[in-house]
């Protein structure tokens, strides 16, 4: 039973985090086409706010729900894990992917509203905190070790920064939107 748990658990993070990602990547969208003439940027905000609610109410928080009933139930099987520093570690991750979550919601609502006035540089940026607590989580339950998980975040974090300038520089030198 507990490795059908576990499974069930596996599958259904990786069910949330695709729609974290994809969330996340259809409001650069969303803002994005605020750049373009009227009648395009109308077509294009509708389509978008209707797959970004749909993603959200159909996938993503589904999938949170989902994957937090089986990462509860795994704990309740093997309690000690509690005791254990990486699973604090881990939990923290988690905790931290939650708020991600509802504030991902919060910014449907000003989608919705047509409120959202953020650059898609700073939506861009806002994006990479899912990768980078996917990085915690990983590293704290594979390593196992605090000293070997921090190591292992920071050269994620430093490998993302790297790309994360690369990435900019390339759309100015093309000319392309921030």
């Known amino acids: 039973m507990f490795l059908w748990i576990k499974s069930l658990h596996i599958i259904f993070i990786i069910s949330w985090f695709a729609g974290l990602f994809y969330l996340a990547r259809l409001y650069i969208y969303w803002i994005e086409a605020g750049h373009r003439e009227e009648a395009a940027k109308a077509i294009l905000r509708d389509q978008l706010e209707i797959m970004s609610k749909r993603l959200w109410l159909y996938?993503?928080?589904?999938?949170?729900?989902?994957?937090?009933?089986f990462g509860?139930?795994?704990?309740?099987?093997?309690?000690?894990?509690?005791?254990?520093?990486w699973m604090h570690l881990k939990l923290l991750g988690v905790f931290m992917l939650l708020i991600y979550?509802?504030?991902?919601?919060?910014?449907?609502?000003?989608?919705?509203?047509?409120t959202l006035n953020?650059?898609?540089?700073?939506?861009?940026?806002?994006?990479?905190?899912p990768t980078v607590l996917l990085l915690l989580c990983v590293f704290a339950i594979?390593?196992?070790?605090?000293?070997?998980?921090?190591?292992?975040?920071?050269t994620g974090l430093l490998l993302g920064a790297a790309l994360f300038t690369l990435v900019k520089r390339v759309r100015k030198k093309k000319g392309m939107p921030n």
């Open 59 to 69: 996938i993503t928080t589904p999938a949170m729900v989902l994957s937090s009933v």
């Open 72 to 85: 509860i139930t795994l704990l309740l099987l093997v309690p000690g894990y509690l005791n254990e520093p």
């Open 101 to 114: 979550h509802f504030h991902l919601g919060s910014l449907l609502k000003k989608i919705q509203s047509q």
């Open 118 to 129: 953020w650059k898609s540089t700073t939506m861009r940026a806002y994006n990479e905190i």
């Open 142 to 154: 594979v390593l196992k070790n605090l000293q070997s998980t921090l190591v292992g975040l920071l």
